[in-house]
């Protein structure tokens, strides 16, 4: 996920934070005369403020972002602990939180090491549960699942000692070794299990699934290429689709025609990512990557064109190209700058992974 989208939250939610105080003391501190705030009062006192507040906010995350070395920043869990306790002390103030305490590199490997183990212990207990063995059965595989995940173990003994710093690649250390893993699981699991296992390690993920998955353990070639792409959807389809509220708007759309159009920009998403199966990480923000998205978007208008018309795709592209809309990165688009005391519609992020393999890298 895009990590300026955690950045541009905890700034918003602090700028309404603020604004949320500013308003609890005009309404009950002037005097001895508790001062109701209406809609109209706040808007005439307050959104201006709190516009400008935005626009400065807006152009100070533009040049963070363009700063080398931003996205690793935000790879540090530490890092997105403080921004967190930030917002939350700014939007209660006053309210004593505890500050997180800071890591040393040696906390943040074994803490990284320990989440690439339990994610691993998590996908093993579905699997099991796909099984349906008795426990006799399981204690017989379990020895090979251990095996199979000896390589990620090895890589993860290193970067909690420090003899590396970057988290492991699951996929391309047990890939090599998984075509034995299989074989050995087929012919002790009986053919029932072992439908049930190659069927659930084929499935998709249901619902989002931050950390390393069962894919990235139990795919290879391209069923894991499509399994990227497939969580790719999952994890921007909330944010894409948060900020379609603004599209609807202008259209004017009935239940049936808004459903038709969401499905249409949901397939969209899948086809642009698709066009990064073979990339080694999902750019929206490069020249090529752009050049990528638009390709597939000319086919999406077209489809749209048939649902809404020449007026409807019309209103649809400068939805998509109107400044401050952060979706547009989703159709080849560069996000343009905010017009000066505009409020950017909000979108809706969803939850941060941790770094490392198991992600799509955006």
Sequence with gaps: MNKALIVGAVLL????????????????????????????SFQQADLAEIRKHLAAIETRLAKVEAKPGFNEVLDDPTM??????????????GMVTPRPPVQGPEAWREGMAARYRAD????????????????AKWKEVQPVFEKHFAPVDAA?????????????????????????????LQKLLGPEAWQAFDSWRKAEEQGLAWGAGKGDYFLDGDEFKSYQ????VQMHWPVLQGSLSPLYERLALDAQKKEEV???????????????????????QSDDGRAKVKSASAAT??????????????????????????AAVYFGEAVKAPQPGAVRPPTAPGPRPGSGEGHPQF
């Design 301 to 326: 208008e077209a489809e749209l064109g048939k649902i809404l018309g020449t007026d409807g795709l019309q209103k649809f592209r400068e939805w998509k190209s109107a400044p401050g809309n952060r």
């Design 262 to 284: 969401e499905a249409v920009i949901k397939a969209h998403l899948s086809k642009a990512f698709e066009a990064f199966k073979d990339a080694p990480r999902i750019d929206l």
């Design 120 to 135: 691993y212990a998590k996908v093993l207990d579905e699997a099991r549960k796909a099984l349906k063995v008795d426990e």
């Design 229 to 232: 792409v497939k969580r790719a």
């Design 80 to 93: 997105r602990e403080r921004l967190a306790a930030a917002m939350v002390e700014a939007r209660n103030p």
């Design 156 to 184: 993860l003994k290193d970067l909690a000692t420090g003899k590396s710093s970057a988290p492991p690649k699951i996929n391309d250390l047990v890939a090599p070794g998984l075509p034995a893993t299989l074989s050995t």
């Design 13 to 40: 939610g602090a700028v309404l934070g603020v604004g949320g105080y500013h308003l609890a003391v005009c309404g009950a501190g002037k005097g001895s005369t508790r001062v109701e705030s209406s809609p109209s």
